[in-house]
């Protein structure tokens, strides 16, 4: 008789339990389309007694 074993199975538990959400990983909430990121910022800038206010946008 042969001692060595030919039928060793291997899974990868970690991608299992990250799938079905156990462990305290729970499931991936999908995003169908994510938001844009912002992109604008509004400002008040003071001088002197007067105030500038507006919004900058990046380009």
Aim: aromatic share 6%.
């Amino acid at each position: 008789m042969n001692s060595k074993a030919a039928d060793i199975c291997y899974k990868d538990f970690l991608t299992i339990i990250k799938a079905k959400g156990l462990n305290g990983y729970g499931k991936e909430k999908v995003l169908p389309n994510p938001p844009a990121p912002d992109t604008t910022a509004t400002m008040t800038v003071t001088i002197g007694k007067d105030t500038y206010k507006g919004t900058l946008l990046k380009e």
